[in-house]
Structure formats: structure tokens, C-alpha cells
């Protein structure tokens, strides 16, 4: 297993920036085989889960449409910690971030889909107009 804690949420004003942090703890094994596939998700009061970017085991980004441009995921070698840079930060981008993690492949848009495995506690993003 796998615990998740995410840091980094505030409040800014549009055209803003925030970054995103996510870490992972456990043991060496459990880590490396339970965030193959990681993700950040977000969810604004009264509106569904967003899958807003995820990386799959080899690191390939993918990025929900309303971010592309405006958001990067990355993460450090052994997926340790998980990144989210939000820049250019919009209203409709306000809402509470979640990393999720899970041991299964995922890669692309299903990633974005996925009911993930383990999730952190998240961390709240307001941005004011």
C-alpha cells in the first residue's frame, strides 16, 4: 500500500500560478509497484470528479483539454512525488485536487477515466476572478 498527501493548494487570482505537490509513502517495493500509473484529479462543489492529468509508467503525460497548455504533471525518478504546475489558473479551475495512484497500466485518455486505487486527502485550489 501506498499513502498520498498532497500540498501546495491556495488561493490566487486569475492568470496565477500554483504548484502542485503529491508524496508518496510506503515501502520501496510498494511504492515502485503501486504508483505505475498516477493522476491528478479535481472536483468543484456541486460538479463531478475531473481527471485533470495523469502519467503513465513511463512517464508520458496526459492532459484533460480544459488544462492542456496551462498545466504540466511530472514526477521524480521513482514517482515519489507527483507534480501538478498550474499556470494561467482560471476560475473554473477552482476546486479540491486529488493524487491518485494505482499498481495497473494505464496510459492516455482512459487514464483520466479510471477509478484509481488510492487517493490522497487533497488539497484545496481556489482561484478568484
Known amino acids: 500500500q501506498v499513502q498520498l498527501v498532497e500540498s501546495g493548494g491556495g488561493s490566487v487570482q486569475a492568470g496565477g500560478s500554483l504548484r502542485l505537490s503529491c508524496g508518496a509513502s510506503?515501502?520501496?517495493?510498494?511504492?515502485?509497484?503501486?504508483?505505475?500509473?498516477m493522476a491528478w484529479f479535481r472536483q468543484a462543489p456541486g460538479e463531478e470528479r475531473e481527471g485533470v492529468a495523469a502519467l503513465d509508467s513511463e512517464n508520458r503525460p496526459t492532459y484533460a483539454n480544459s488544462v492542456l497548455g496551462r498545466f504540466t504533471i511530472s514526477a521524480d525518478n521513482a514517482k515519489n512525488t507527483l507534480y501538478l504546475q498550474m499556470d494561467n489558473l482560471k476560475p473554473e479551475d477552482t476546486g479540491m485536487y486529488f493524487c491518485?495512484?494505482?499498481?495497473?497500466?494505464?496510459?492516455?485518455?482512459?487514464?483520466?477515466?479510471?477509478?484509481?486505487?488510492?487517493w490522497g486527502q487533497g488539497t484545496q485550489v481556489t482561484v478568484s476572478s
Open positions: 491518485a495512484a494505482d499498481p495497473r497500466i494505464w496510459s492516455g485518455l482512459p487514464s483520466l477515466t479510471k477509478v484509481y486505487t488510492y
Open positions: 510506503g515501502s520501496t517495493y510498494a511504492r515502485r509497484t503501486n504508483t505505475r500509473t
